[in-house]
């Protein structure tokens, strides 16, 4: 079998559980460059898949088992028994492939037990989607060995289905549409209403730019309460205004829906019904002028989750000014909030400037070192060998 990219994995494969597997797959990790809690709102996002993955090598059993291993960490192997998975059975990161399976069983496709061994270049913890990349690689294979040609908005629909019944957390589909959908050389313009996607080119370097990461290692988890808590508030807003979804608004409406509502519920919807009309105006940005043109966009993005939707941290908007500050175009925090990473958008001749003065920043106020790094679109899930 071939090596490359999928070869740590093969690799771990052999050594943990004897022989080769079926084949390899891999789920890229994402970055969101505009478009944030607007997903479960049946609104807009603009992510890009990245030049990180989970890959999984697999070989399907005949006997109902499932074993995993990681090349992350001490666990050695987990145990799991494809029959009666629930939430309790599973513990760590196995939470992620036996949520999947659960979720494939639900649609009645008959899931075989596997030995699985885990490698992933997507930082744990980091926003970028760590969790998903795994589940997408996981579904992709399934999806595969199993027979059932599931499309890819159904393959959207488990895995979000796992994330939320199986794992506990109240995710909409921004991260597995960018994992199953990605393109290197394009962000993927989704409304979440329908899922209809659109391939927008995002090509960085040819506009004399680098998509830095920094990823400030403050730990988040979309199970606990901020998440669901801001969820809940895009929900009411949505019934006192009687429409079906926050999509429904328009940032011409938000006078009169400031008089309907108490200010933090009227700041949340707000934070959405402009981030819409955002995404909306960097894709018109991007298609007429490229990515040195959505500066602005992705700063005002930052601000709104910052003052509005209240889901920044103080190292993230300390990465976002410090960016700012030394050159980068454009920054905003990415994904769910509360920690994780922040994208900024650098001349690549600033990129040194750049990353010293976030490190900087970051020293200067005590936080921990932050990582960073740029990343560029890449291809979706997909078999590697
Ligand atoms: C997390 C969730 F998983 C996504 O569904 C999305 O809501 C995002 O936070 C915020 O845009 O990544």
New binding site residues.
């Given amino acids: 079998m071939s090596a490359g990219p999928a070869e740590r994995a093969i690799g771990a494969f052999r050594e943990t559980f004897g022989g080769e597997p079926d084949g390899v797959w891999a789920g890229p990790g994402r970055v969101?460059l505009i478009?944030?809690?607007?997903?479960?709102n049946e609104g807009f996002?603009l992510p890009f898949a990245i030049d990180l993955a989970a890959r999984v090598a697999l070989r399907v059993r005949a006997d109902g088992v499932i074993r995993l291993f990681s090349t992350a960490g001490t666990a050695g192997v987990t145990e799991l028994d494809i029959a009666g998975l629930d939430r309790e059975s599973a513990a760590g990161w196995s939470v992620y492939p036996a949520g999947v399976v659960w979720a494939l069983q639900e649609r009645g496709i008959d899931v075989p037990g596997f030995d699985l061994a885990l490698d992933s270049t997507v930082p744990l913890g980091s926003g970028l989607?760590s969790s998903h990349a795994i589940e997408c690689a996981v579904a992709t294979a399934l999806n595969e060995l199993t027979g059932a040609g599931l499309p890819t908005s159904d393959l959207v629909l488990a895995t979000q289905r796992a994330e939320n019944a199986f794992v506990g957390?109240p995710?909409?589909?921004?991260?597995q549409s960018a994992s199953l959908r990605g393109r290197a050389g394009h962000a993927i313009f989704l409304d979440c209403r329908d899922q209809s996607a659109e391939l927008v080119p995002f090509d960085a370097p040819a506009a004399g730019l680098v998509t830095l990461v920094v990823d400030t290692r403050v730990a988040h988890s979309?199970a606990d309460g901020g998440?669901a808590s801001r969820r809940a508030a895009c929900e009411l807003g949505a019934e006192v205004l009687g429409v079906k979804a926050l999509r429904d608004v328009s940032t011409g409406d938000l006078d009169e829906a400031r008089g309907l509502m108490d200010d933090v519920t009227f700041r949340r919807v707000r934070h959405v019904v402009t981030e819409d009309e955002r995404v909306l105006d960097t894709v018109a940005a991007l298609r007429a002028s490229g990515p040195a043109a959505i500066g602005p966009l992705l700063d005002a993005s930052h601000a709104s989750m910052r003052d509005d939707f209240e889901i920044s941290c103080p190292e993230l908007d300390t990465a976002v000014e410090a960016a700012r500050a030394a050159g980068a175009i454009g920054a905003r925090m990415t994904?769910?909030g509360f920690g994780g990473s922040a994208i900024a958008l650098v001349p690549a001749d600033d990129e040194a400037r750049a990353r010293s003065a976030v490190m900087a920043a970051f020293a200067e106020r005590g936080f921990r070192s932050p990582r960073l790094f740029t990343v560029s679109p890449a291809d979706g899930a997909r078999r590697l060998v």
Wanted: aromatic share 10%; hydrophobic share 20%; no cysteine.
């Fill in positions: 969101n478009g944030e809690h607007t997903d479960y996002v989607s957390a995710t909409g589909i921004l991260d979309h998440y994904g769910g």
